[in-house]
């Protein structure tokens, strides 16, 4: 699973790096973001959503970005232990529910930037 893993980041299908995003309110209704987990405001000129997430594949033309959360669901699930398979299952059921939360964006429309500093308040 390790070497999936990283041959998919160096590949670029995968980036498990906190962003914020941004894309048009016209095709995106406000109600997609309603979902646990995101932080979304948006843009003083009421034109686009802006939020913060983690793009965790990226394929094609399009996108699934995570809320943050899921970067550190997504890394207890690689720990993984041989000898307590009732641990492994919660901890990937974890990982499945929070999932639930991810968007798909046409990558067209989704812009990107550093999460450096704190735009959300």
């Given at each position: ?11 670029g299908v ?14 995106y209704p ?5 979902s646990?987990?995101?932080e979304?405001k ?7 959503y ?6 965790f ?8 970005i995570?809320?943050?959360?899921m ?19 919660k901890?990937?059921?974890?990982l499945?529910s ?5 968007l798909?964006?046409k990558?067209d ?13």
């Amino acid at each position: 699973m390790l070497v999936i893993n990283s041959s998919l980041r160096v590949s670029g299908v995968v980036n498990y790096k906190v962003n914020y995003f941004s894309v048009p309110v016209n095709n995106y209704p406000e109600e997609r973001f309603f979902s646990k987990g995101w932080e979304v405001k948006k843009s003083k000129d009421s034109k686009f959503y802006i939020f913060k997430g983690a793009d965790f594949l990226s394929l094609g033309n399009v996108s699934l970005i995570c809320p943050s959360e899921m970067i550190d669901l997504y890394r207890s699930s690689m720990k993984t232990t041989f000898w307590n398979g009732s641990h492994d299952e919660k901890i990937h059921n974890e990982l499945k529910s929070g999932a639930d939360n991810c968007l798909v964006f046409k990558k067209d429309e989704l812009s990107n930037w550093s999460a450096v500093g704190r735009i959300m308040e």
